[in-house]
């Protein structure tokens, strides 16, 4: 699917207190810059992370599911109700959070969620 076919850009979001410590949202900065090129808007506000989580670096695969389980929600499913998101963050590792906001997204009734990412880490 080409980026222009999509409805909504919708970058990972940060809890307020990791935004607040670290002063912007990188996956929010990336997505409008992406959304600039392409022209599909970006909504930084329907899903929020509604559960501060440890940082998921020094976690493994088993722990990064159980650390990002249930910690999105979708605040105004209406804007994302029949859309075709394109799910957007910065890092890929193990596909946890990625999940965990598509499985959001998709319960509040997004017609599909695709992810695009800026990089793949890979765990050792």
């Known amino acids: 699917m080409a980026l222009t076919e999509y409805d909504l850009i919708v970058p990972v979001p ?3 207190h990791r935004l607040r ?4 949202n990188q996956a929010q900065f990336l997505a409008h810059a992406l959304a600039r090129d392409v022209g599909v ?3 930084a506000l329907s899903l929020r992370r509604v559960r501060a989580t440890h940082p998921q670096v020094q976690l493994n695969e088993g722990e990064r599911r159980r650390n990002v389980r249930h910690a999105f929600r979708v605040t105004r499913p209406r804007r994302v109700r029949g859309q075709r998101v ?3 963050d910065d890092v890929y590792t193990t596909g946890a959070t990625v999940e965990e906001c598509s499985r959001a997204l998709l319960q509040a009734g997004a017609a599909g969620v695709d992810v695009l990412v800026l990089a793949r880490a890979v765990l050792r």
């Open 14 to 16: 940060l809890h307020l």
């Open 86 to 88: 394109l799910l957007f």
């Open 41 to 43: 808007p970006v909504d």
């Open 21 to 24: 410590w670290r002063g912007f």
